[in-house]
T-cell receptor, first 115, second 109 residues
Framework: EPEVTQTPSHQVTQMGQEVILRCVPISNHLYFYWYRQILGQKVEFLVSFYNNEISEKSEIFDDQFSVERPDGSNFTLKIRSTKLEDSAMYFC?????????????FGEGSRLTVL | GQNIDQPTEMTATEGAIVQINCTYQTSGFNGLFWYQQHAGEAPTFLSYNVLDGLEEKGRFSSFLSRSKGYSYLLLKELQMKDSASYLCAVMDSNYQLIWGAGTKLIIKP
């Protein structure tokens, strides 16, 4: 069964460092998302991406964040200068066009720890 | 503002039935999702409702009333492995998923 894959599964970094989280969405999907979940809290939407551009972003997704789809398969989330409060689980998800199924397929997540 | 409400925690007995409610207020509606999330893992898809009524899928069923802004997830024949958080999420008019805080379901033997 096709799946969304994310790397790394866990990354520890120093405050102020740049971090890149990578995702390979399901190959025929067209919509891509990043979500984050701080430990014990709700899942929060960060950004959605369609047709090689950001379609929606939340207030959390400020200038420190960026997304890229550099080569047609990878979908990356970059945090330019990490802060302690960026420590969270980051989930990538993808979906096909809304043709009735409406399911978002999630990767297993990348746990980011900022020290 | 946009809001999804669901109970914080529920407890049920193995073999029993439990209903987890979700109410929502969003700008537009393009469907309601239920996801299961075990601690430390990614959410996994359970159901998607876009029309009023009941959708049944094995031991799990999901109901939607758009006029009332209300949904429930019904779990039957509960098993210990059903202990997890259950997340209600609504897709708004911008196709953005708005998430509830999740309901932690504790199953007791």
């Amino acid at each position: 069964e096709p799946e969304v894959t994310q790397t790394p599964s866990h990354q520890v970094t120093q405050m102020g460092q740049e971090v890149i989280l990578r995702c390979v969405p399901i190959s025929n999907h067209l919509y891509f998302y990043w979500y984050r979940q701080i430990l014990g809290q709700k899942v929060e939407f960060l950004v959605s991406f369609y047709n090689n551009e950001i379609s929606e972003k939340s207030e959390i997704f400020d200038d420190q964040f960026s997304v890229e789809r550099p080569d047609g398969s990878n979908f990356t989330l970059k945090i330019r200068s990490t802060k302690l409060e960026d420590s969270a689980m980051y989930f990538c998800a993808s979906s096909a066009p809304l043709d009735g199924a409406g399911e978002l397929f999630f990767g297993e997540g990348s746990r980011l720890t900022v020290l | 503002g946009q809001n999804i409400d669901q109970p914080t925690e529920m407890t049920a007995t193995e073999g029993a039935i439990v209903q987890i409610n979700c109410t929502y207020q969003t700008s537009g509606f393009n469907g309601l999702f239920w996801y299961q999330q075990h601690a430390g893992e990614a959410p996994t898809f359970l159901s998607y409702n876009v029309l009023d009524g009941l959708e049944e899928k094995g031991r799990f069923s999901s109901f939607l009333s758009r006029s009332k802004g209300y949904s429930y997830l019904l779990l039957k024949e509960l098993q210990m492995k059903d202990s997890a958080s259950y997340l209600c999420a609504v897709m708004d008019s911008n196709y953005q998923l708005i998430w509830g805080a999740g309901t932690k379901l504790i199953i007791k033997p």
